[in-house]
């Protein structure tokens, strides 16, 4: 038997039909930044690994145990993005966009690498939708993030997720609460990882989702109920923008993100069809991410959508989606005289716009006919010995069965008149927003 190879573990595949599905979440998930005037940033999916040690927190699991890090041949340590943030920082200072007005504001997508334990929803090669805006404490501009979000997943049709927000305090109030949290953890029975943990980011251990551990936290101090004056405003500030926004949202005091880049106001959204991995975005502040990569002191507010997940949450919802067919006419012909035109008439359709595919080895009229079926295809273009001698075309209406007869001179108009949509336009995705 010859050798065969299969995609690494953990590693999420898609395939046609389903991969069409991907696409249009894919793109519904970053159509809100698109037209909220988000410019589009394409990132290295490998970076000096210190950026994500000191951009997203060596006491994360993401940076220490789920980083893809090698030595590259220069003998530098290089890290597969394990995310998005730390690299789009890294970008903006390098090329100092900021000098170019504030805030600013991008988008990115693409996959991303976790060295986690495999499961349903939870890969090593992720996908995600991600936006930052950078530059701005304004507090609606964490309210214009999250509803970018909140509008992303009900422009897909959504309905079944919540919305989780809290404040996590920042570099005036957070020391505080970081002495008040390592006192009361010391009083906990906590192993040695546990305890070394504490002591880079004690945050981190109220994000830890094991039994034994979140038993002793029932009692713990929260970031919330050790806030300063101005991050209480900011929060309320906030929460008020997304009322008159119509975003649902909930209070978690207990809601810790797994990076540790994040101040003020931090959020996630969980879907509840999706079981154990129900994270379906996430996001928040972190305004001295910047400073600690070696830049200015320039907040800034962003989130992560995972377009793998929210491919399944729609599944799970049942959401027919509004895939457009692959392509609106079929070839079929009939005879060598035929199937030797047969290709040149589609280029002609593909070079006006048309989307058109044909049948190819000289398949029977039967056998054609049920790829033009199964294409999508509105239209199949049927081409025999009498529409050679006559220099023309059928074209038949897959759905209503009627032909017409088209002249080969007459082709282009008819096309027009007849196929290509009247304004010629394809706005991207369609917007699906109603009121739940
Ligand atoms: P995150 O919460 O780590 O945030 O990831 C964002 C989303 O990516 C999650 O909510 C989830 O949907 C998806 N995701 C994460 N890990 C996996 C996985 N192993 N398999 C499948 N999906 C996954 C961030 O990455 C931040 N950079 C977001 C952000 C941007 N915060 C501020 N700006």
Known sequence: MSESYRAPKGVPEYLPPRSAAFVYVRDGLSYPARQAGYGYIELPVFEDTALFERGVGESTDVVSKEMYTFTDRGDRSISLRPEGTAGVMRAVLEHSVHRGGLPVKLWYQGPFFRAERPQRGRYRQLQQVGVEAIGSDDPALDAEVIALADDAFQGLGLRE??????????????????????????????????????????????????????????????????????????????????????????????????????????????????????????????????????????????????????????????????????????GVALGDRARSRMLSTVTRLRRQGVAADLSFDGRSMKAAMKSADRSGAGWALIMGDDEVEADSVLFKDLATAVQTSVRLDELDQWVTEHILAPDGTDSGQPPRRSTP
């Open 161 to 330: 997720y919540d919305l989780e927000i809290t404040s996590l305090g920042c570099s005036a109030c957070r020391p505080a609460y970081r002495e008040i949290l390592l006192q009361y953890l010391l009083t906990c029975d906590l192993d040695d990882a546990t305890r070394a943990r504490a002591a880079v980011n004690p945050l981190r251990v109220l994000d830890d989702k094991r039994p034994e551990i979140q038993a002793q936290l029932a009692d713990a101090p929260l970031p919330s109920s050790h806030l300063c004056a101005e991050c209480h405003q900011h929060f309320a500030a906030v929460c008020g923008y997304l009322d008159s926004l119509g975003v649902q949202w909930v209070n978690n005091p207990r809601l810790v993100r797994g990076l540790d880049y994040y101040t003020r106001t931090a959020f996630e959204f969980s879907h509840r069809g999706l079981g154990a991995q129900s994270g379906i975005g996430g996001g928040g502040r972190y305004d001295g991410l910047m400073e600690s990569i070696g830049g200015p002191a320039l907040t800034g507010i962003g989130f992560g959508l995972g377009v793998d997940r929210t491919l399944l949450a729609v599944e799970s919802e049942g959401i027919s989606l509004p895939i457009p067919a692959h392509v609106v006419v079929f």
